[in-house]
């Protein structure tokens, strides 16, 4: 099995606010900025969509079945505690195979530095063919856990497509 010509991303930022328009969306042209970085890094062709939903999980549920044929998705917000906060709720059991290990990490790594973190029930996983991260809203939080994900995403796409070398 060979990688795709062209990756194909959708970020999903979930605000109730930012849908409104009630102030302008940060954390997803953020997870663009590391996306593109990492996609060149790699050498990779690729196309990114940028969407903002409500936190609203019928929303997310369709967002996500349509999104089928994407190679990465990644939400920010609706990660937390809050009454509102439904995007691991939804996702993970959409997904065909959780990754917990990156999410562990993450919140164990900046737990340390900033409590709140610990807070985060974000997830990452495998639908498909797709790769999917939720992260949570702000722009610190999403730095932080694309920092980490930039890491591992080439070696998690090689091993999902069975391209990968375990060098």
């Known amino acids: 099995m060979t990688l795709p010509d062209r990756f194909r991303v959708l970020v ?3 605000s ?3 849908y409104r328009g009630e102030y302008e969306d940060l954390s997803g042209p953020a997870v663009i900025n590391h996306v593109r970085e990492i996609m060149e ?3 990779w062709e690729y196309e990114v969509n940028l ?3 409500p936190d609203d999980r019928e929303m997310l549920r369709e967002a996500i079945d349509k999104a089928a044929e994407m190679d990465l ?3 920010t917000g609706g990660t937390g505690i809050g009454p509102r906060d439904n995007t691991p709720d939804v ?3 959409m997904l065909t195979k959780e990754i917990p290990g990156i999410m562990e990490m993450i919140r164990v790594k900046y737990g340390t530095m900033n409590s709140g973190a610990l807070l985060s029930r974000a997830v990452a996983g495998v639908r ?3 790769v999917v991260y939720t992260l949570p809203g702000s722009v610190k939080a999403v730095n932080e856990y694309m920092s980490e994900i930039s890491k591992t995403l080439e070696h998690t796409i090689q091993m999902l ?3 990968d070398r375990h060098k």
């Open 41 to 43: 890094k790699a050498g």
């Open 73 to 75: 998705v990644i939400t």
């Open 128 to 130: 498909g063919k797709t």
């Open 161 to 163: 497509y069975g391209t």
């Open 16 to 18: 109730d606010r930012a």
């Open 91 to 93: 996702i993970r059991p």
């Open 51 to 53: 969407s903002v939903l």
């Open 12 to 14: 999903i930022t979930l």
